[in-house]
């Protein structure tokens, strides 16, 4: 479904499928990518958020400010327990760990959503409905000095596991309760917008939480639809699994997934980023899942995460 993916701190990408070859950075308002003539310029408050003009910036600034100043309004004690805790990670400060963050959330949108999307669907899409939960996701860093091919800027985060928990369980703690009934108009724009687009499949709203393991007050939320099946047959579990895991390997791996435009813009092809004008680009390993075939053993980490496969899922079937 096209359009902006809103967060609690408003749109930080489109989903809509990207060209074949596309910036990792992008403005966090418009959603338009870095080119060598028009390099994205930082806020200068939280250092994360990216903008290709003044007036985005200003445009953002009402969904934008929550969270800018939740990072410069914090306590110089926190601040310097924060960035102690940032460095044992092998980031700079808390800064340049948000700034990875950003990065990774970026680059994987597309597969975290799907990721939450299936673990919705095996949770029980109805049960949601009736049991609301908020969904977890354990991201960890990855040592890149353990990989042969070079490090990007997306390689040094990956997802650990991932979990549901309770709603009212969740909001029984006094933080999230503040920032959950601070965000009530957000949350009933999108759920409008959303039900406007899915209409009768629209089921719910997943709040999904993405937080490193050492560093869980450093959490991200960001709020997926979720839609009931609308095709038959429904996958089974076995195929939703296998899907899940070829999605965590492709971001653990270093394959992130992306719908192309100009190509197919229904079925993901994995990629990787490469230093292009200036700028991180994304570009296809191939064109078409029928380049590719595990015999020819030109793509290990996919041969891998095919390998692993305990279903007759296919590359066209995720």
């Known amino acids: 479904m096209p359009g902006p993916l809103y967060t609690f701190d408003g749109p930080i ?7 074949s070859r596309a910036t990792l950075r992008s403005c966090s308002h418009c959603g338009r990518p870095e080119q060598e003539r028009n390099m994205l310029r930082k806020c200068g408050g939280c250092e994360s958020a990216l903008y290709c003009r003044k007036e985005c910036q200003r445009r953002a600034w009402h969904g934008h400010k929550s969270l800018c100043r939740a990072v410069t309004d914090i306590p110089a004690a926190v601040s310097r327990l924060m960035n102690l805790k940032c460095k044992q990670l092998q980031y700079g400060s808390h ?3 948000a700034k990875n963050k950003e990065y990774f959330l970026r680059a994987h949108l597309w597969t975290i959503e799907v990721i939450a999307r299936i ?4 949770h029980g899409t109805d049960r949601l409905v009736s049991d609301p939960q908020v969904l977890f996701i354990v991201l960890k860093r990855l040592p890149g000095e353990a990989r042969s091919r070079p490090v990007t800027p997306t390689d040094r985060l990956g997802v650990k596991s991932l979990h549901f928990h309770s709603l009212p369980d969740y909001l029984s703690q006094p933080d999230n309760r503040r920032a ?4 009530t108009p957000q949350r009933q724009y999108m759920e409008n917008q959303f039900a406007k687009h899915g209409g009768p499949h629209f089921a719910t709203i997943l709040h999904t939480c993405l937080y490193v393991d050492d560093l869980p007050s450093l959490r991200r939320t960001i709020c997926f639809p979720v839609y009931r099946w609308a095709e038959t047959p429904v996958p089974s579990e076995l195929m939703f699994r296998d899907a899940q895991s070829f999605c965590f390997a492709s971001i653990n791996d270093g394959f992130p997934l992306r719908c192309v435009l100009d190509l197919n813009p229904r079925i993901p092809l ?3 980023f490469v230093r292009r004008d200036g700028c991180w680009t994304w570009e296809p390993l191939f064109s078409s899942w029928d380049e590719y075939s595990p015999s020819l053993g030109t793509h290990k980490a996919l041969d891998d995460a095919f390998a692993l496969f305990k279903s007759e899922l296919s590359p066209s079937g995720l």
């Open 13 to 19: 990408q489109p989903r809509a499928p990207l060209p």
């Open 95 to 97: 800064n340049a760990f």
């Open 119 to 122: 673990a919705a669907h095996i």
């Open 180 to 183: 959950w009934d601070s965000k």
């Open 270 to 272: 994995p990629g990787r």
